[in-house]
């Protein structure tokens, strides 16, 4: 663990290792024993063999979809030509999204995916409704008591452990320091191109619209690296645009239908209104927490004295650089965690299901009643609507999303979970990973920035392009510069203005130079 966090071992440390492993050990033992007692929705319907499957491969999948988009973010200022004999796979992804806006499609796309998955995940593993209510004591597996069953079961820890720690964190922290083995097999290149697939669908068209409005309202525009479209891409570009309006409209509707009626896997005896009223607060606190990200982004490239005057953005900048940017990281932790919570408790709410004798929601034929009952309209919403849209609003008004309270008290949240070391288990997994695949540090192969940049090699910062209008994500856990020099810009603004314009120069074009 020491060589994916850069620190040594400590007493704090070890503990945290060990408690978060062992709270993961037990949690994904639970949820096997659910599945294999066939109490959750898919064992019963597929059978225990069935629910392994669709859970594990979803668990496996979702952490390429993590660890992919690591790597292709950090690949994609580096020049492709220093690892195309000693990495042809990430080469071939690599050269495929810094191509023209092929990398906002592909996080567009994959933010759709994540959301699939944490679906499909907790259908798969997650607790059977009963028809009278979702009391812990309907639960029966191995003699335990409500207390545990209540804590793992009824609040969605237990599933909460395993796809945070199994399924994301363990291939970030992996993908952050090792991009180039990450993403150098064809599955990686799979994801690649279903994430394309999905965006190229149009079924997120409608945030594009979103992107419209926010950029207009910002005064800003979008800067394409593509070629004015033909008449017949625009016209295909809003078909799709006003279909994915329709179809996100359309499942407000079925999940609104589904809550006034009672007909989802919301808990029982709890009201349509309030079941409505805690479907919006979680939808909003998603989105605060997914905007962010990307707010911290846009302000971690703007000197201290560009950052406006309120309170709140001063209070919540202090806190987020606060040791050299140590709490960047930790935020990204605590983030994770509490947007897998939300998503658990968004799939609960949104998953439609009928009782006996119930008709079909707006008369549809039953397969599409079936397709109702996946939880995909509120993965599809929660995209959309909790994620994007929210990302997009971040990266056109950073200051002003920075200037809310709300937005500090999450921070402050964020940093509270990863302080308590309860997904440290992740380095663990990450570790054992790392050890067995074999990966090692990019360096090894590319070398650092600055040897890069020695060779005439230097990275393109303009690939990754960046404000109002785009989603890339902030870095999770690396922070490219040493302790000490970190340390020495915080103390010292002329250092700090003077490490940025060596930055700038660097990344000008030799023609530039010349």
Same mark, same amino acid.
């Given at each position: 663990?020491?060589? %994916? ?15 978060? !492993?062992?709270?993961? *050990?037990?949690?994904? #033992? +639970? ?5 294999? !007692? ?10 225990? *063999? ?23 973010? @950090? ?18 992804? &690599? ?6 806006? &092929? ?36 639960? #029966? ?8 069953? =209540? ?23 992996? $993908? ?20 394309? $697939? ?5 079924? /997120? ?11 207009? /309202?910002?005064? %800003? ?37 589904? +809550?006034?009626? @009672? ?20 939808? !909003? ?5 997914? @905007?962010? %990200? ?21 209070? #919540?900048?202090?806190? +987020? ?70 990302? +997009? ?32 288990? $992740? ?7 790392? !050890? ?19 060779? =005439?090699? &230097? ?28 340390? /020495? ?20 074009? $030799?023609?530039?130079?010349?």
């Amino acid at each position: 663990m020491p060589d %994916q966090t850069e620190e040594a071992l400590t007493a704090v440390s070890t503990f945290k290792y060990a408690y978060s !492993t062992c709270l993961l *050990v037990f949690s994904v #033992t +639970l949820i096997m024993g659910l599945i294999g !007692t066939k109490q959750t929705s898919l064992s019963q319907g597929a059978g225990p *063999v069935g629910a392994y499957f669709a859970i594990w491969g979803g668990i496996i999948w979702l952490t390429m979809v993590e660890g992919t988009q690591g790597s292709l973010v @950090g690949l994609a200022p580096v020049n492709p030509e220093l690892y195309k004999d000693s990495h042809p796979i990430a080469f071939l992804c &690599n050269k495929v999204t810094i191509k023209g806006e &092929n990398l906002n499609r592909y996080l567009m796309g994959r933010q759709f995916m994540v959301c699939m998955i944490v679906f499909l995940i907790n259908i798969s593993g997650g607790p059977l409704p009963d028809p009278d209510g979702d009391s812990p004591e309907e639960i #029966t597996l191995w003699g335990f008591g409500n207390i545990i069953k =209540n804590i793992f079961f009824t609040t969605g820890l237990a599933m909460v452990f395993l796809t945070c720690m199994c399924g994301q964190l363990n291939s970030q922290v992996n $993908a952050s320091f090792c991009m180039l083995d990450y993403c150098n097999n064809y599955f990686a290149v799979f994801t690649m191109w279903f994430a394309l $697939a999905v965006e190229m669908s149009g079924l /997120l068209h409608s945030s594009y619209l979103i992107q419209m409005l926010v950029v207009k /309202l910002s005064g %800003q525009e979008v800067k394409s690296r593509e070629a004015p479209r033909t008449a017949f891409q625009s016209f295909f570009f809003w078909f799709r645009c006003l279909a994915s309006l329709a179809i996100l409209c359309f499942c407000f509707a079925v999940t609104f239908v589904a +809550l006034f009626n @009672g007909q989802t896997t919301m808990w029982d005896g709890v009201p349509a209104s309030v079941a409505l009223v805690i479907f919006l607060i979680l939808m !909003t606190i998603v989105g605060m927490l997914e @905007g962010m %990200q990307i707010a911290f982004f846009a302000v971690a490239k703007i000197p201290a004295s560009e950052r406006g005057d309120s309170y709140f953005a001063k209070k #919540t900048c202090d806190l +987020l650089f606060h040791g050299g940017g140590n709490n960047l990281p930790g935020f990204m932790i605590g983030r994770q965690l509490s947007v897998v919570t939300c998503m658990f408790f968004v799939a609960r709410v949104t998953s439609v299901k009928l009782k006996d004798g119930e008709e079909n929601i707006f008369g549809v034929p039953d397969v599409v009643q079936e397709l109702f009952n996946t939880g995909l309209l509120g993965a599809l919403m929660l995209t959309i609507v909790g994620s994007i849209a929210w990302q +997009l609003v971040a990266s056109a008004f950073p200051i002003a999303f920075l200037s809310s309270p709300i937005t500090y008290v999450f921070l402050q949240i964020c940093l509270f979970f990863e302080a308590t070391g309860v997904c440290a288990g $992740a380095w663990v997994i990450a570790y054992i990973h790392k !050890t067995i695949a074999g990966f090692q540090k990019d360096e090894v192969y590319i070398g650092t920035s600055e040897e890069r940049a020695m060779k =005439n090699m &230097n990275d393109d910062s303009k690939r990754l392009p960046s404000g109002a209008g785009f989603i890339n994500p902030l870095p999770a856990f690396k922070i490219a510069a040493p302790k000490s020099l970190k340390a /020495l810009m915080e103390s010292d603004e002329a250092v700090a203005a003077f490490v940025r314009a060596l930055s700038q120069a660097s990344l000008k074009p $030799a023609t530039e130079e010349s």
